[in-house]
């Protein structure tokens, strides 16, 4: 027993091979990558999330807004009709990256606020993650939710 423990004892002592301390960073360097990963990919799903609640709260003002005006705002005229009574300020997408918009378009083209023939909306967003959300089906296929380039929006919210 007593020549067992001094093999063990010196063994300890010696430390690990080189194949096993590059097991060991291998395993480690795995994980990381996936963790990685994964960390990346419940990140863009959030984001997406709070995109669909932004989108969320813009469609229930210009309900809001629709109720007391019997119409909804003109596209050019979205922002200054609905800060600060219906909303606060307009949200802003969550993405780091700050080329991304929300756009806001109202129907039929060319009506406006003062005219008060806007019958329907849609407002548009870009997302990132893997989740199903309305898709563009008619409204939103024309426009380009980053601020510089022609990506097109692939959530779509209307009335």
Request: glycine share 6%; aromatic share 8%.
């Amino acid at each position: 027993m007593i020549i067992h423990k001094t093999h063990l004892n010196n063994k300890l002592q010696q430390g690990l091979t080189l194949v096993e301390l590059l097991a060991v960073m291998t395993i480690i360097a795995t994980l990381v990558a996936v963790g990685a990963v994964v960390y990346t990919n419940i990140m863009k799903n959030t984001r997406d999330q709070s995109r669909m609640k932004d989108l969320g709260s813009m469609k229930q003002a210009l309900e809001l807004y629709r109720n007391v005006n019997h119409s909804y705002p003109g596209t050019s005229e979205f922002a200054a009709q609905m800060v600060p009574v219906y909303l606060p300020n307009i949200p802003a997408d969550p993405s780091p990256s700050t080329n991304r918009v929300y756009k806001y378009f109202s129907l039929p083209s060319g009506c406006t606020t003062y005219d008060r023939n806007c019958t329907t909306f849609y407002l548009c967003a870009l997302k990132e993650g893997d989740q199903s959300y309305p898709t563009t089906v008619a409204g939103c296929q024309t426009q380009n939710c980053l601020s510089a380039g022609t990506t097109q929006c692939n959530i779509e919210l209307g009335p």
